[in-house]
């Protein structure tokens, strides 16, 4: 017999080679409640055999985890839909994802949306037939041997390159796909799903490699998660800052550049809006902005590991025949700055922040508004500190973010803290120190988190900060990486109150992350209806006539003189349909003028939520606008 331990704290006996199944009928339980289950930590079948004592969960419907199962599982119910559809079909690989699955094919046919419908149906027809998921195991010949005999070169390469010498499918019906797994029991829990698009994506993302036909789906336990899902997915659609950037004049694309956004001057001021904050905020924290050259010479992209570690997603030019890196970050030239100065130990914690201007390489099929560009502004600083400093500057950082992010509207915030990765610099000895002083502060602060195991910086662990917008979805923004690597590695020093040399710990940190990506998130979280502090535009002041346009241009002039943007717009349209235009364009306040107005020297106020106010003074208004301005007093998203 063995021991199996409860997420409860209670424990039972079971026999050796017991399934999860086994597990749920001894607790008298309805194995149907579950489609998966944990073993010591790990994701797996509920046929999983257990061969010791160990600690089990099992999951339903209401685990995340075994929603990522089911969408898993989704996607092979689509594979076998596309094969029974078209003969011969060549699969790639068809992962979960944080909404939903894909699955990348090679078809006899380029696929359209008409197609959808009816994939769809003859998933439904499948998940009908209640056929079981049987997890089959088999050595790598006999794997390479199935699949080559199924035609799926794709496949055997997988099989050509891994590590392991067993690899497991799934059967259903007669249906079989490599896989790792795990998978729901059988295709009559995939009642409620949908397919979402299509795209195409290189095998492996290279683009030397075959182009495959990427199809996109997401699924739920429940119909009605679903109807949310999609509802909430066309509520997206109406926020997507890219149709909103360009209706707005903000920035647009072009293929003279792709990937590069191009800011217009309505989306400028949105820019610099966001950066007067951002340095307002930095500058009362003791933070020092530099500036780095955007190009540097390929040893110091050497020294700095990216060269090993990030070559893949770098640009590369030549200056007097010697080869040179566009920097894809900013710290090594942010180290550099350090070194030009001999520090001591009372200049720490030395809080040094940049706006930088940084390139990465990203396929153009990955490219996707402001969201992924191949360049973009990163709000960087490097913290140089006592090694003793590091308990108080980050939870000092972790309250600077979050009261950032309270500033543009953005309340709910979740953390992570991610440990080493597979591939990294630095000795365990300084992981260790790293990962446990990170999780000193969040503790010290009582903060929730989750660990993100593996997923850290090659150079250190770090904490991540995820925004959630005004529709629950979440923005990975900001980042606080601890490294011990990078002193050692550019032989950071100060000099220390016995009077010798020593080596500082580095802080990494950004804030808001990519500006052009925050700015894309704020116009999605306010559907372009930004906060008066942050709108292009605050006031339009609107003349019903000709005869009241010399008023309003002196309207516009004292609202210019009180630093309000403002413009008047004189044109000879009827005032309805100005008005329209303005809130379409989401100008916050529109001041139509007519005789009343010039008369009483007053404004006819409209705001943009709200509608008509009323006749004010124009100092009375005046005033109001500059405390909600002065404020940055933010509005219902």
């Given amino acids: 017999m063995?021991?199996?331990?409860?997420?409860?704290?209670?424990?039972?006996?079971?026999?050796?080679?017991?399934?999860?199944?086994?597990?749920?009928?001894?607790?008298?339980?309805?194995?149907?409640?579950?489609?998966?289950?944990?073993?010591?930590g790990e994701l797996v079948d509920l046929g999983c055999r257990l061969t010791g004592d160990c600690e089990v969960k099992l999951l339903g419907p209401g685990d995340d985890e075994a929603l990522r199962v089911l969408r898993h599982s989704a996607a092979h119910l689509m594979a076998h839909a596309v094969c029974r559809l078209f003969p011969g079909a060549r699969l790639g690989t068809g992962p979960a994802t944080d909404d939903g699955f894909f699955y990348d094919f090679e078809l006899p046919r380029r696929l359209t949306p008409e197609d959808l419908p009816a994939i769809e149906r003859e998933m439904a027809a499948i998940a009908k037939e209640k056929l079981a998921l049987n997890r089959v195991e088999l050595?790598?010949?006999?794997?390479?041997?199935?699949?080559?005999?199924?035609?799926?070169?794709?496949k055997v390469e997988i099989v050509n390159e891994a590590e392991e010498d067993v690899f497991?499918?799934?059967?259903?019906?007669?249906?079989?796909?490599?896989?790792?797994?795990?998978?729901?029991?059988?295709?009559?829990?995939?009642?409620?799903?949908?397919?979402?698009?299509?795209?195409?994506?290189y095998w492996r993302g290279i683009e030397t490699n075959p182009m495959l036909q990427r199809v996109y789906g997401t699924a739920f336990f429940k119909q009605k998660d679903l109807d949310e899902y999609l509802r909430m997915r066309e509520e997206a659609?109406?926020?997507?800052?890219?149709?909103?950037?360009?209706?707005?004049?903000?920035?647009?694309?072009?293929?003279?550049?792709?990937?590069?956004?191009?800011?217009?001057?309505k989306g400028m001021v949105v820019w610099n809006c966001v950066v007067g904050h951002w340095r307002q905020k930095h500058e009362?924290?003791?933070?020092?902005?530099?500036?780095?050259?955007?190009?540097?010479?390929?040893?110091?992209?050497?020294?700095?590991?990216?060269?090993?570690?990030?070559?893949?997603?770098?640009?590369?030019?030549?200056?007097?025949?010697?080869?040179?890196?566009?920097?894809?970050?900013?710290?090594?030239?942010?180290?550099?700055?350090?070194?030009?100065?001999?520090?001591?130990?009372?200049?720490?914690?030395?809080?040094?922040?940049?706006?930088?201007?940084?390139?990465?390489?990203?396929?153009?099929?990955?490219?996707?508004?402001?969201?992924?560009?191949?360049?973009?502004t990163q709000d960087d600083a490097h913290i140089y500190c006592l090694p003793e400093q590091v308990r108080q500057q980050v939870p000092e950082l972790i309250d600077f973010f979050l009261e950032m992010y309270r500033d543009f509207g953005f309340t709910d915030c979740e953390i992570e803290l991610?440990?080493?990765?597979?591939?990294?610099?630095?000795?365990?000895?300084?992981?260790?120190?790293?990962?446990?002083?990170?999780?000193?502060?969040?503790?010290?602060?009582?903060?929730?988190?989750?660990?993100?195991?593996?997923?850290?910086?090659?150079?250190?662990?770090?904490?991540?900060?995820?925004?959630?917008?005004?529709?629950?979805?979440?923005?990975?923004?900001?980042?606080?990486?601890?490294?011990?690597?990078?002193?050692?590695?550019?032989?950071?020093?100060?000099?220390?109150?016995?009077?010798?040399?020593?080596?500082?710990?580095?802080?990494?940190?950004?804030?808001l992350g990519s500006l052009e990506r925050f700015i894309g998130i704020l116009i999605e979280?306010?559907?372009?209806?930004?906060?008066?502090?942050?709108?292009?535009?605050?006031?339009v002041v609107l003349p019903i006539t000709d005869n009241h346009v010399d008023y309003a241009r002196g309207v516009e002039t004292a609202l210019r003189a009180a630093g309000v943007r403002c413009?008047?717009?004189?044109?000879?349209?009827?005032?309805?349909?100005?008005?329209?235009?303005?809130?379409?364009?989401?100008?916050?306040?529109?001041?139509?003028?007519?005789?009343?107005?010039?008369?009483?020297?007053?404004?006819?106020?409209?705001?943009?939520?709200?509608?008509?106010?009323?006749a004010q003074p124009l100092d009375r208004f005046l005033q109001d606008l500059r405390r909600e301005i002065d404020s940055r007093a933010l509005p219902d998203a």
């Avoid at 790598?140 to 070169?153: K, M, S, T």
């Avoid at 979280?525 to 006031?539: C, I």
Wanted: charged share 25%; with cysteine.
């Fill in 237 to 265: 659609k109406k926020r997507d800052h890219r149709r909103i950037g360009r209706d707005l004049g903000l920035f647009s694309f072009h293929e003279e550049g792709p990937g590069f956004p191009f800011w217009h001057p």
């Fill in 139 to 154: 050595s790598r010949d006999e794997a390479r041997a199935r699949l080559e005999a199924a035609g799926q070169a794709y």
């Fill in 418 to 511: 991610s440990t080493r990765p597979a591939k990294s610099i630095g000795s365990d000895a300084d992981w260790e120190n790293a990962e446990s002083a990170l999780h000193a502060a969040l503790e010290a602060k009582d903060i929730p988190y989750r660990i993100n195991k593996g997923e850290g910086a090659f150079y250190g662990p770090k904490i991540d900060f995820h925004i959630r917008d005004c529709m629950g979805r979440g923005w990975q923004c900001g980042t606080i990486q601890l490294d011990f690597a990078m002193p050692e590695r550019f032989d950071l020093t100060y000099v220390g109150a016995d009077g010798a040399r020593h080596r500082p710990v580095m802080i990494h940190r950004a804030l």
């Fill in 567 to 614: 413009r008047a717009d004189a044109r000879n349209e009827k005032p309805s349909y100005k008005i329209r235009e303005a809130t379409m364009q989401k100008v916050p306040y529109m001041l139509v003028v007519g005789d009343r107005e010039v008369e009483a020297g007053t404004v006819s106020v409209r705001r943009r939520k709200g509608g008509d106010q009323g």
């Fill in 2 to 40: 063995i021991a199996v331990s409860l997420p409860d704290g209670s424990s039972l006996s079971v026999e050796k080679g017991s399934s999860l199944t086994d597990v749920a009928t001894a607790l008298g339980l309805k194995t149907g409640r579950f489609v998966a289950g944990k073993v010591d």
């Fill in 284 to 376: 009362a924290a003791g933070y020092r902005e530099i500036r780095s050259p955007i190009i540097l010479n390929r040893e110091l992209w050497e020294r700095s590991g990216h060269w090993e570690n990030y070559r893949a997603n770098m640009y590369f030019t030549e200056i007097d025949e010697q080869p040179y890196a566009v920097k894809p970050m900013n710290c090594p030239g942010g180290i550099l700055v350090y070194k030009s100065t001999l520090h001591s130990y009372r200049d720490f914690p030395l809080k040094m922040a940049e706006l930088g201007l940084v390139h990465r390489h990203e396929l153009s099929g990955v490219l996707h508004g402001l969201f992924r560009v191949r360049s973009f």
């Fill in 168 to 201: 497991s499918f799934y059967e259903q019906g007669d249906f079989s796909d490599l896989c790792r797994g795990p998978h729901v029991p059988g295709t009559a829990v995939q009642k409620a799903f949908r397919l979402l698009g299509l795209a195409g994506a």
């Fill in 525 to 539: 979280h306010y559907a372009g209806a930004l906060p008066t502090w942050l709108a292009p535009e605050q006031v």
